[in-house]
């Protein structure tokens, strides 16, 4: 296998997205974001990537189709999921015994599903 050192979606609204990252889910804004793009960590900085204004016209087009992210949380999921849903955020099911751990996905306002994986 090879390691993934970075990922970054295109979003409709740069900064609807960044609103959502960081005051739903409580990502930490990045020192190295620009105007088309904002870079956050999570986890404490374990996991980064990114959100960016489209490099190409995404009318019409189901951005979050097939896409999930993965990410490990140091933490307990049905704490989590319940904060994440007192703060407004829809979740896409309950959480699910995985081959890899207990699990549950939310869905950005573009629809990517972003999974959260308790690691303990």
């Known amino acids: 296998m090879?390691?993934?050192d970075f990922v970054s979606l295109q979003v409709r609204d740069l900064e609807a997205s960044?609103?959502?990252y960081t005051e739903k889910l409580g990502f930490e804004l990045s020192e190295m974001s620009n105007p088309q793009a904002c870079v956050?960590?999570?986890n404490q900085g374990e996991a980064s990537f990114a959100i960016r204004t489209p490099l190409e016209p995404l009318e019409d087009k189901d951005l979050g189709?097939?896409?999930a992210l993965w990410f490990a949380v140091n933490e307990n999921v049905d704490e989590l999921k319940e904060k994440y849903i007192a703060s407004g955020i829809t979740t896409a099911g309950p959480i699910l015994e995985t081959p890899f751990g207990r699990a549950f996905h939310v869905k950005d306002i573009d629809g990517y599903k972003l999974t959260f994986l308790e690691t303990k």
């Open 65 to 67: 189709t097939g896409v």
């Open 40 to 42: 956050f960590k999570y």
């Open 2 to 4: 090879r390691k993934l």
């Open 18 to 20: 960044k609103s959502f």
